[in-house]
């Protein structure tokens, strides 16, 4: 590995028989990477306290001084992308080439943010009256922090990061205590960027739900973003609410595909490819239900078994991987014991899937799956694909839209005036129209209904970061 990680694991991996941090492993062979020093909640405090000294400084420079030392940091990161991915691998699990498309995912935000800093705009306001002048001006809330999750560690981390930095907040970040190393490594690129220490912290703790009591009540942290499960978004949510404290959230998933009798059926096995087997299926926009038109259903089904069972399921360092591990053994019994119930419940198997040892599991595809069974309500997180049959358009919009997630959706048609229709009525916050790979930083990302509340990336990423002053000036 290059100097970047080897610096970084120099600086704050312990020995591994000092097993007095957290312990750090590869979920592909099971090997200890190493053990992450962790924080007392006094010295969170502490760290707290720091940034809040270097948010005032950090903001009071030039708005062209920010930009430059983050388009550092991008750079930084692009330049170190084969050393980045390999630690993603070694930590998370995904395939090498999954990895590299997140290293350049995460530098997108980076990059993209660097730019709308010169673009927090005010505007002045017409006024009723000729005595006055009115006009608003944005700024920093203050000392941001945020909790990201494993199954993306570098670029959850940056997409949340970047637009705090670019609007002159300082940030402070708690990672999944399985997938630490990434963001230690970022945040080395960014201090090598010219980002100060007391501006971009990362902190652990041995218990990781005092770390959010902390950011929820601690007065001087003006705001929370978290990326995870509902369960504990709404924990998050109550305890900010007793500090008024801003709050983004991007929580869980149930994202439907559909696949009309007029739609590209190769087209379409393509995007449920990518859609569900993107990162072993630990991802929260990975489609988790799939409603296939009747008189498609078969020929869907056949070139979609075809497909997955070309899948290469291994080691994300080996070649031609395309499904890595999954971050658990306890994920992997929790995703068996789905299929067990839905099987159980009637659904059949399409496939023959391997019994693979360790946290690796095959692909596994049920047909016969009813809209009501247990499966299709749970978040799957796992390389699973339950297909149900429908016959009109308003049966599968009246299914999709049964759960209390909305996060994103799918569907696969030919008909232009169904696209408007289906678009305007399906209810979720992103929506994929003959395209599976929907997430970019130009765009805003993020749910309705419990899939939580707040957008990331695009123009209103950074106004997650900024409050809106209004002015009123009297003229004698």
Not at 396 to 425: P, Q
Request: charged share 25%.
């Amino acid at each position: 590995m290059k100097a970047i990680v080897n610096r970084t694991l120099t600086a704050i991996l312990q020995e591994s028989e000092q097993a007095s941090g957290i312990r750090v492993d590869n979920p592909a062979t099971g090997e200890c990477l190493g053990f992450v020093p962790t924080l007392s909640t006094t010295q969170i405090y502490q760290v707290i306290e720091q940034s809040h000294q270097g948010q005032t400084e950090w903001n009071a420079k030039p708005i062209k001084e920010r930009c430059g030392i983050l388009k550092k940091w991008h750079q930084l990161v692009i330049e170190n992308q084969e050393d980045l991915s390999r630690l993603i691998t070694l930590e998370q699990g995904k395939p090498l080439s999954a990895a590299q498309a997140e290293v350049l995912y995460g530098a997108s935000f980076i990059e993209w943010f660097a730019e709308e800093a010169r673009r927090t705009y005010g505007e002045t306001i017409p006024s009723p009256n000729g005595d006055r002048q009115l006009m608003t001006i944005r700024q920093p809330i203050g000392v941001a922090s945020a909790i990201t999750p494993w199954n993306f560690p570098l670029a959850m981390i940056a997409r949340k990061a970047a637009p705090a930095l670019a609007a002159g907040c300082s940030f402070i970040v708690k990672p999944a205590e399985k997938t630490p190393l990434s963001a230690y490594a970022l945040a080395e690129l960014a201090y090598q960027a010219g980002v100060p220490k007391d501006v971009l912290q990362v902190v652990l703790a041995i218990e990781p739900e005092e770390v959010g009591k902390v950011f929820t009540s601690h007065p001087l942290v003006r705001k929370l973003s978290f990326t995870g499960s509902t369960r504990v978004g709404k924990l998050l949510m109550e305890q900010s609410a007793k500090d008024v404290k801003r709050t983004s959230m991007e929580l869980g998933g149930n994202a439907p595909f559909i696949v009309f009798e007029d739609a590209d059926i190769d087209l379409a096995v393509e995007g449920a490819v990518a859609s569900k087997f993107r990162n072993s299926g630990q991802a929260c926009i990975c489609s988790n239900r799939f409603y296939v038109h009747s008189q498609v259903y078969d020929e869907f089904i056949a070139k979609f078994s075809a497909r997955v069972a070309t899948l290469k399921v291994g080691n994300g360092l080996d070649k031609d991987v395309v499904i890595g591990p999954l971050i658990s053994l306890e994920a992997k019994r929790n995703i068996e014991q789905l299929v067990d119930g839905a099987i159980a419940q009637g659904a059949k198997r399409v496939n023959a899937p391997e019994n693979l040892d360790g946290c690796f599991m095959s692909p596994v595809i049920l047909e016969d799956v009813k809209h009501d069974m247990d499966i299709n309500r749970h978040e799957i997180f796992g390389p699973v694909a339950p297909i149900i049959r429908f016959d009109s358009e308003e049966q599968v919009l009246k299914m999709a839209n049964d759960t209390v997630y909305g996060l994103a959706c799918y569907f696969y048609t030919e008909n232009i005036n169904r696209v408007w229709r289906m678009s305007e009525r399906l209810d979720y916050g992103m929506v994929g129209i003959n395209e599976a790979t929907i997430s970019t930083e130009v765009a805003p990302f993020g749910g309705v209904k419990h899939s939580g509340i707040g957008k990331e990336g695009a123009k209103q990423g950074i106004d997650e970061y900024m409050n809106i002053k209004y002015l009123c000036l009297g003229r004698r």
